[in-house]
Structure formats: C-alpha cells, structure tokens
C-alpha cells in the first residue's frame, strides 16, 4: 500500500509542479479559441493529428468538434489523420511512415484551415513532415509539445509547450488544454456568428505581432472578444493604431470619400 501511494504521490507532485508555469502557457488558448471559431464558422476545416497516446488525444478534439463540448450547436469540420487507417497505412506502405500526416494535408488542407499537431517530444518527423506540407498549402500550424525549445515548436506558427519533463503529465495537461480551447470556441461562436465577413487584411509572413496572431501566414481580419480586432475595427471601433490599415480605411473613407451616407452602417466607413 505504501508503495502504491508513494507512486501515486509522485505522480500528483509531477503534475502540480507543471501547473503554476502551464497556466500561463495556457493563456493563449483563448486566442486560438476565437480564431478557430471564426474559421470553423467561415467554413474553414481543423486538421489534427499525433502519434501514439497524443494520437487518442488528438482524436478526442476533432470528436468534440464534430460533435459537442456541452451544449448542442451545429457540427464542424474536423478531421483526426491518424484515424483514417486505410489512407495511413497505405502511404506508410507506399511512400513512408514520415510521410503519412503529410500527404493527407496535402489532400484535406485549404488555405486558412487549422493543423494542430500533438506531441510531447517535439521531435517527431511525420508531423515536422505535415507541418512542411502545410506550409505549401497555406494551412496554419499550431502545436501542444512537451518542454520548448524543441523542433516543432520552432517551425509551428504558435505553441503550446507544457514545462514538465514528465510526458504522462504533458499529455494530462494536453487533455486539459483541448477541453479548454473547445470551451473557447463554443464562447466566440456567438459573437463570430452575429459579424459579416471581410476582406482579407494581410500581414508580411514572419512578421509576428505581440500579444495576438502567430507569425508565419497571412490573416483575416479576425472576430476576437478579449480586445483585438472586430471585423476590420478594433473592439473599440478602430484599428490596431487608431483607425485602418493606413490611418483611415482603404482610401481614407468610404468608396467616394465617406459611407454610402456619409458614413458606414454604424458610423464607420462602409
């Protein structure tokens, strides 16, 4: 019995250590949250996928995705790569097991689609593969990874690196952190719903920007309830600086100098 709980006490101790530090890791996954939201709800597609148990994790996130976190709403495009079984082992078979996550991407990615990849090493070079894939089909990476600095970490457009070298208490801290950012999504939804959508607003790749989008991609303007920018305006009307890309909007107002009637819909440029 003592053995059991000493066992057990380890255990615990692990995982308690690990939660001050990946608290404020998980601080970004409200962001992830919202910005999923928008893309699922644009009709956008999450891809996931991890090896061994961050496979089952990963595939636990696209089932409460497709079905529901707690409360019915419609159902969204989210696919676990691992669990196609027929199309992985016959591009391990025919083209190499690094290649499996890679060539589904290749296949299931569109511009502006999601790929979330597991994995507590970090070092994986089937999802380093799907992430060199996805960059050729414009798909944004994320990761939740063990102890950054690690590869995937570094070639991810954002990170989620739990601070334990415990993989047991990553993946528990993973399972965590996927139920959270579906709780994430399910808040936005209601806000991403109700905006109309909007031109694309690019940004450089590489260029990353404090405190809101990972760098590496080119983005949207993006529905976001702590803050950022609301559909082209920031949560108090403006952009990130004041006003619009430029100062103003496109060409310093309206289509003719203002909004269709002098303003926008609501005061702003239309």
């Known amino acids: 019995m003592s053995a059991a709980l000493s066992t057990l006490d380890q255990h615990l101790s692990g995982l308690a250590a690990a939660l001050l530090p990946y608290r404020q890791a998980a601080g970004r996954l409200a ?38 976190l707690r409360d019915d709403r419609e159902p969204y495009s989210a696919i676990a790569l691992h669990a196609e079984t027929s199309s992985m082992t016959a591009i391990g078979n025919d083209y190499g097991y690094d290649e499996v996550f890679a060539r589904q991407v290749r296949a299931h ?31 944004r990476c994320w990761a939740f990874t063990g ?16 601070p334990s070298p415990d993989s047991q208490v990553v993946q528990e801290l993973h399972l965590v952190s996927l ?6 999504v399910d808040e936005a939804l209601p806000l991403v719903r109700q905006l109309p959508r909007t031109s694309a607003v690019p940004r ?8 809101r989008l990972p760098a590496g ?17 920031g949560a108090n ?34």
């Open 31 to 68: 962001d992830w949250g919202t910005e999923l939201a928008w893309t699922l709800a644009g009709g956008g597609r999450l891809l996931a996928a991890g090896n061994g148990g961050s496979a089952a994790e990963a595939q636990h996130l696209t089932a409460e995705l497709v079905g529901k």
């Open 109 to 139: 990615g569109r511009e502006g689609d999601v790929l979330l990849l597991m994995s507590t090493s970090g070092t994986s070079v089937n999802l380093l593969r799907a992430v060199d894939a996805a960059r050729e089909t414009g798909v």
């Open 147 to 162: 102890p950054a600095p690690n590869p995937l970490a570094e070639v991810c457009d954002d990170v989620l690196a739990v």
């Open 179 to 184: 139920h959270l950012l579906c709780e994430y």
């Open 204 to 211: 450089p790749r590489g260029v990353a920007v404090p405190g």
């Open 217 to 233: 991609r080119d983005d949207r303007a993006l529905a976001v309830v702590n803050g950022y920018p609301l559909n082209g305006h």
């Open 237 to 270: 009307g403006h952009g990130a600086n004041g006003h619009g890309t430029n100062g103003h909007a496109t060409n310093g107002h309206g289509t003719n100098g203002h909004g269709t009637n002098g303003h926008g819909r609501r005061g702003c440029p239309s």
